[in-house]
């Protein structure tokens, strides 16, 4: 299955970036998505996840206040728009597509993987 996240790149301490996911519909509709990161030397960290209707989300404690997450079902694609950007949310960004309905803060309630794109933040 293949998870396409895309969105990331380079910006300034402040700024704001919107990250996409776009799924395949067969894996998406009745599942969770979420988001994760990782930084140079650090393990994968919980961004936030999203229920399959969009009914609940939640974040990670680094996150919570600047980032939120969104679901288009129609359009197979989950965003993630991230604000008031830290060097520190340097990293990785992975969309995930969940085992159930509703998301996990654990990486192994997530079933499929994107390749990851990459956002740095500069200070």
């Known amino acids: 299955v293949q998870l396409q996240a895309s969105g990331g790149g380079l910006v300034q301490a402040g700024g704001s970036l919107r990250l996409s996911c776009t799924t395949p519909?067969?894996?998406?509709?009745?599942?969770?998505v979420g988001w994760f990161r990782q930084a140079p030397g650090k393990e994968r960290e919980f961004v936030a996840h999203i229920a399959w209707n969009g009914g609940s989300t939640y974040y990670g404690d680094s996150v919570k206040g600047r980032f939120t997450i969104s679901r288009d079902n129609a359009k197979s694609t989950v965003y993630l728009q991230m604000n008031s950007l830290k060097p520190e949310d340097t990293a990785v960004y992975y969309c995930?597509?969940?085992?159930?309905?509703?998301?996990?803060?654990?990486?192994?309630?997530?079933?499929?993987w994107g390749q990851g794109t990459l956002v740095t933040v500069s200070s």
């Open positions: 519909r067969r894996t998406f509709s009745n599942n969770a």
């Open positions: 995930a597509v969940g085992r159930s309905s509703y998301g996990s803060r654990s990486s192994t309630g997530y079933q499929y």
